[in-house]
């Protein structure tokens, strides 16, 4: 993405919006692996779920080098792991000048890592190294909500240890980030301390907030949630890693089982098994994966086969193998009935999603509405994985903008955008400029992301 093109759009946007007065610059941020703000303080394991543990203002930026001018926070609250026991999470929290003050979008940007240092919280500071594409793409989105005024919370939902992939971590961490923020309300300037709040997540990012979604009813029943926004959604993870295994997108499937085998996820389950069935060269992957972030992992293990025996010595039945099958079954969404959504919910989907199979996401559709949720779904014809993100989001926006407003139809319903191009103007003049950064991210991409599929080195050329 150029950087030239880029500080057009932000000129338009500190046009509008003054900077926040009173925040200090953070000149010694350090990685989250040694920052001290990431450890719970003792005792904490007593604290309800999503108690705030720590707070510090934060200079935030685009891109780690150009200051992103509204007041930010960062939250330290407390969490649970898959096993019940308590861990600290951390959420950055965005406010503009001109809050509406009864509502917050929960953004869960697809980070798609299993190392800490990918870490949104991180990577939001001035100052902090930029290694991943998807975030830089997502950072431009997050800012239409700013610009229309909403305060906007992006959780580390993978926990401290950075557990990629495992839905059901994930989706509590969104939803104790969720309870951190209304508690926080006094701060941030809230005129309630049960704010409306709307989740919203694309791709790695929709498996945090399509998870939220379904365990919103049991474990987090008081928050007031209007709605719920995922596109391109793993809604099961061994369909996931088939499909793209062997492929350019092969390198997220070490990252997902390195996730899945973190102390806060599966480790108890897993651990001991990937060390006994992995060979040298497959540990290495997953070390390396599990240190690295999206971008750099996909580079190092484009076109390889995590299904070979060369990195695995169940080769092909390793997905199937019954401990790994029993961990994949259990962060299958739709599955069971009581982790249906209650909020209505917008689902999104490229027909031809290279990435993410169309038929899985239509089937945990079909099981919501079985259930009796409400549920719309558009299938994007022209688009693939990445460019269905961009080409969705003034259709996003509108339908966070609706939920917020309780304008909702009930039941399912479902329709189908054949368009593949975006209107810089879709959103209004002021968002004119963040639309047509997408809008060159989108040529860069090419038609059904036909640039990433066809050469790397394209992939390279967008990155740079």
């Known amino acids: 993405m150029r950087a030239s093109a880029l500080l057009v759009a932000l000129t338009a946007w500190m046009a509008v919006t003054p900077m926040a007065v009173g925040v200090q610059l953070n000149t010694r941020i350090s990685d989250p692996t040694v920052d001290p703000f990431y450890q719970g303080p003792s005792g904490f394991e007593s604290k309800p779920p999503g108690t705030i543990l720590r707070q510090r203002q934060i200079n935030a930026s685009f891109f780690g080098f150009i200051p992103n001018p509204v007041e930010a926070w960062q939250l330290l609250f407390r969490t649970t792991a898959i096993n019940g026991s308590a861990i600290a999470g951390v959420t950055t929290v965005f406010k503009p000048a001109f809050p509406q003050k009864d509502r917050f979008v929960s953004f869960q940007t697809a980070y798609d890592s299993s190392s800490p240092t990918c870490d949104p919280s991180y990577t939001y500071q001035l100052g902090s190294p930029q290694t991943d594409l998807i975030s830089s793409l997502e950072a431009l989105i997050l800012q239409v909500y700013l610009l229309k005024g909403y305060i906007v919370a992006s959780t580390d939902y993978e926990g401290p240890d950075a557990a990629f992939s495992p839905g059901r971590l994930e989706g509590v961490g969104v939803l104790d980030g969720m309870r951190a923020v209304s508690n926080f309300y006094e701060t941030l300037g809230f005129s309630t301390d049960q704010p409306d709040i709307v989740g919203v997540g694309y791709s790695g990012g929709a498996i945090a907030t399509g998870w939220a979604a379904s365990l919103h009813p049991t474990y987090a029943p008081e928050l007031s949630i209007k709605g719920w926004v995922h596109g391109g959604t793993p809604s099961n993870l061994t369909g996931t890693m088939s499909h793209i295994d062997n492929t350019i997108c092969s390198g997220f499937i070490p990252a997902a089982i390195d996730g899945l085998a973190k102390p806060s996820a599966y480790g108890a389950e897993l651990h001991a098994f990937i060390d006994e069935v992995f060979t040298d060269e497959g540990k290495s992957i997953l070390d390396y994966a599990g240190s690295h972030c999206a971008v750099i992992t996909l580079f190092n293990f484009m076109d390889k086969s995590i299904l070979s025996t060369d990195i695995q010595s169940l080769g092909s039945d390793f997905l199937y193998n019954p401990g790994v099958a029993a961990v994949l079954a259990k962060n299958i969404m739709g599955v069971n009935k009581t982790e249906t959504p209650t909020a209505p919910a917008y689902v999104y989907h490229a027909a031809n999603d290279e990435i993410i199979p169309y038929s899985n996401a239509t089937e945990t559709v079909k099981a919501w509405c079985e259930n009796g949720a409400n549920v719309k779904f558009t299938n994007f014809a022209a688009g693939g994985h990445v460019t269905t993100e961009i080409i969705a989001v003034p259709s996003a926006v509108e339908q966070v903008d609706n939920f917020f407003?309780?304008?909702?139809?009930?039941?399912?319903?479902?329709?189908?955008?054949?368009?593949?191009?975006?209107?810089?103007?879709?959103?209004?003049?002021?968002?004119?400029?963040?639309?047509?950064?997408?809008?060159?991210?989108?040529?860069?991409?090419?038609?059904?992301?036909?640039?990433?599929?066809?050469?790397?080195?394209?992939?390279?050329?967008?990155?740079?």
């Open 405 to 464: 407003a309780g304008n909702l139809t009930t039941g399912c319903t479902s329709d189908e955008v054949l368009s593949d191009s975006l209107d810089p103007l879709a959103l209004g003049l002021n968002l004119e400029p963040i639309l047509a950064e997408l809008l060159t991210a989108l040529g860069n991409i090419g038609d059904n992301d036909s640039n990433l599929k066809s050469n790397a080195s394209i992939l390279k050329d967008i990155i740079s």
